[in-house]
C-alpha cells in the first residue's frame, strides 16, 4: 500500500468515525436529560466563586429589575451549576450556567434570557450558539448572540419581545410555578420533541456544524423574515416541512 494510500484511508476512516462520535455523544446527552432522575438541587453558593464575576452578574441582575431565586446543581454526564434571577415584573428569567466536566480543559460559562409568553411559547436570548444545537417545536424562538455582554443581550431580548408580540404573542403574568419545576418541564418536553424526530441521531453532525453555525447572531426578526421561524396564525409545517425549512438554511 503506498503512503498516499495510506493517507487517504486514514482521512476516510476519520471521515466516518467522527460524525459516528457526535451522533453517540448526542444520543448519550438526550438520554441524560430525558430520564425521570434528572433533577435541581438547590444549593448554597460555594465560597470559591471568583468574587468580581459573581457580584457583577448579581448587580446588573438587580440593576435591570431582577431578583435572585437561586443556585442549583444538575448532574447529567457533566456537571452544571445554574445560577437564577427572576425579573419582577416580567415573566422573564435570566440564568447563568457554569458547565465542568474532565473532558473540559476549563468550566464553560455561558447565560440566557427566558421569556414566557401565553400558550407555552416563549423566547430564549443565549450568549452560546450550542442553544441552536437542537431543534426546537414551534412556539419556541432561540436567538444566540455569542461574546456579547449582558446589557448587549438584555437589549436583543428586548426586541425580541416586541417583535413576538407585535405579532400577535400575548403577554402573561410571572409563571406562579417554581423555577426547578418550569427548568425540567422544559427539559423534557425539548428532549421528547428531539426522541420523536424519525433516526434523529443521524441529524446530530448537522446539527452540531451547520445548523448552530447558521443561526448564530440572527435575530428573532431576521429568522422570521427567512422563513425559518413560525408565529401565531401561521400553519404547521410537520416533520418534512421542518427538515425542508432545515435544508433552506
Known sequence: MSPLTEILLFVAIIALLLPAAVSF???????????????????PRPSS?????????DGWARENGF????RYLMEAGQ???????QHMQKPT??????ISAPSLPAPRVFSDLVTVFAEERSLTTASTKDAHFFPVRDGIYM???PDQTLGELWHRHLDGERYLVGRGLREIPRPDIPFEQHILQAIHKQMAY?????C?????SYWFWVRRNRLANLTIEEQHRRGWIRLPGQPEAGFWGQVQEEVRR
Do not use: K, M
Open 143 to 145: 436567538q444566540s448572540f
Open 79 to 85: 456537571t452544571c451549576h445554574i445560577d437564577a434571577w
Open 93 to 98: 428569567l435570566f440564568c447563568v450556567y457554569t
Open 25 to 43: 455523544a448526542c444520543w448519550n446527552q438526550v438520554r441524560r436529560l430525558s430520564s425521570p432522575d434528572l433533577h435541581l438541587q438547590p444549593i
Open 194 to 198: 428531539v426522541r420523536a424526530i424519525p
Open 200 to 204: 434523529w441521531p443521524l441529524f446530530a
Open 67 to 70: 431578583e435572585p431565586i437561586g
Open 49 to 57: 466563586d471568583p468574587p468580581g464575576l459573581a457580584s457583577a452578574r
